[in-house]
């Protein structure tokens, strides 16, 4: 039986899961806001591509090859090492897609809001946060308004100067109020905030109901196939967060 959660469903935060669970997200948010939006602006889909690291090779523990015991002045030949090998991991790179939205006056063609869904790569250290911290700055000190949605419990925040406690957080940063921004902030329990879309003043700016959009994702995706609602989430709930999970089962 599948739980219906009040807002946010923490089982898509699962990295296998999430670069679907991201990619229906941008898709199916451009498809919720273009009809609002059209015939001045449109909702384009956007990506940027970079090199990351897969996976970094941390040895278990450190091993040193045994010193034989010999007496002063006696060599010690070249074939006395470790022959039992360790088994490691070493670093690989993949290349990363991630994909966003921007909203287009048509007339123009200037961008006039990004909307950016963090992954997991832009909430730790490495080439994904670097990328992204450079391209939100960039939107920063233009004249483009951005939405930033982070759906994903793990991970640094993105760089604001009050510390928000928060499960979930969704960043509104307008080009005439800066440097403030709005913020909603949301926790497991709670609904997901709707805002309004930034868009040209004096336009009408549309209300972004961000879980039906989740909903039409869930449903469409039919990611419910691929969810079992029995186990711990990943990355894994308090235990009194999962109990509650397991109190909408039943």
Excluded: C
């Amino acid at each position: 039986m599948t739980p219906s959660f009040p807002g946010m469903n923490p089982y898509l935060e699962n990295p296998a899961l999430w670069s679907e669970v991201h990619s229906w997200l941008i898709f199916q948010l451009a498809r919720y806001l273009n009809p609002s939006l059209v015939p001045k602006y449109r909702a384009a889909i956007e990506k940027r591509v970079y090199l990351d690291a897969l996976l970094v090779g941390i040895p278990d523990v450190t091993v040193f090859p045994k010193t034989p015991e010999t007496a002063p002045n006696v060599a010690v030949t070249a074939t006395e090492v470790v022959t039992k090998p360790i088994r490691v991991t070493i670093p690989l790179t993949e290349e990363i897609t991630e994909r966003y939205l921007e909203i287009r006056e048509v007339k123009t063609g200037r961008v006039v809001t990004v909307v950016e869904i963090l992954s997991p790569k832009n909430k730790r250290g490495g080439e994904g946060r670097e990328k992204y911290l450079q391209k939100r700055q960039k939107v920063l000190n233009s004249a483009t308004h951005l939405v930033e949605i982070d759906l994903l419990r793990t991970g640094k925040f993105m760089p604001m100067a009050e510390a928000v406690p928060s499960d979930y957080r969704i960043l509104v940063s307008r080009t005439n109020l800066r440097p403030e921004a709005e913020l909603y902030p949301f926790n497991l329990r709670e609904s997901i905030p709707q805002f309004l879309l930034p868009l040209q003043p004096p336009d009408p700016e549309p209300v972004v109901n961000l879980a039906e959009v989740l909903k039409q994702v869930y449903q469409e995706a039919a990611l419910d196939l691929a969810i079992d609602y029995l186990q711990q989430t990943v990355p894994p709930l308090r235990e009194r967060d999962f109990q509650w999970v397991q109190s909408l089962i039943s």
